[in-house]
């Protein structure tokens, strides 16, 4: 079995979403590598299936928090671990988490969450979410 970065950016524009730029190249390098590499979009990132790269839903952009990110990665780590022909291709134990900008900040914190995950790579990822909102808001 195959160890399994589970690849997320969470950054707050359009271009920082799974399906732009370079992740297709990075997810096709870790899988040269022989790793089982998997990748997913927000819920509320503002892209749909249909159009993941524009910003057709500004609507749940707009409603986008910490709070559905963090609740989506779960998922998604839930998803792979009750699928059995997801298991049988992959080492469970050895997951980790990877994020870019503020994706890096949300898997830091669903790694301090979740005990199936066992590694982080956070590629200028957040570090310090405090300094991103105002004192008392």
């Known amino acids: 079995p195959r160890s399994t970065p589970l690849y997320s950016s969470a950054a707050s524009d359009v271009y920082k979403r799974q399906d732009w730029g370079a ?27 249909d159009d993941p790269i524009d910003f057709p839903d500004l609507e749940a952009f707009g409603n986008n928090n910490f709070s559905h990110e963090l609740n989506d990665i779960e998922r998604v780590i839930n998803f792979t671990f009750s699928k059995k022909s997801v298991c049988e ?41 405090k300094k991103r909102f105002c004192e008392g808001s």
């Open 23 to 49: 992740w297709d190249l990075v997810a096709k390098e870790f899988a040269k590598n022989d790793f089982f590499f998997l990748k997913f979009n927000f819920s509320h990132n503002g892209g749909t299936v």
């Open 89 to 129: 291709k992959i080492d469970t134990s050895k997951v980790f988490l990877i994020g870019h900008s503020r994706g890096g900040g949300i898997c830091t914190i669903k790694c301090s969450e979740n005990k199936n995950i066992t590694g982080l790579l956070s590629w200028a990822g957040v570090s310090n979410f």
